[in-house]
């Protein structure tokens, strides 16, 4: 898109054109034949110089509008990878925390199981 500025500057390079054209024109000695022909001659020539600077700028606008465009795929890809990156590190510290988890069990498990038997045999030798 073309900025504000660029769009006055277009305006003032058209309007400033055609006065001074015009001036030129009105204070030249010629006829009034030779007048309007210089007028239509010059009020082509600004209209191609303005029609020129609109297609430049149209140019360095798509040109801006296809970098922006190159510069957030670039993120977008940036940002998927750091995803992919935080998913794979939350899948690895789920799996440490489950395996932790597991061998605390085991081991609760192992450590009840030996006072229950430990119990059993004190309780059995007392009733001896």
């Given at each position: 898109m073309m900025s504000n500025n660029s769009g006055e500057f277009m305006k003032g390079v058209f309007v400033g054109g055609l006065f001074g054209s015009l001036a030129a024109l009105l204070f030249a000695p010629q006829s009034g034949k030779e007048t309007r022909q210089e007028i239509s001659k010059k009020s082509d020539?600004?209209?191609s110089?303005?029609?020129e600077e609109y297609e430049r700028a149209l140019e360095?606008?798509?040109e801006s509008y296809e970098d922006a465009v190159k510069r957030l795929h670039s993120l977008e890809d940036s940002i998927k990878e750091s995803v992919n990156e935080v998913?794979?590190?939350i899948q690895n510290v789920t799996e440490k925390g489950?395996?932790?988890v597991k061998e605390k069990k085991n081991h609760l498990n192992e450590a009840v199981k030996?006072?229950?038997d430990t119990y059993k045999e004190e309780k059995a030798?007392?009733?001896k």
């Open positions: 020539e600004v209209l110089k303005s029609r360095k606008a798509r998913e794979s590190n489950k395996t932790a030996a006072g229950v030798k007392s009733k």
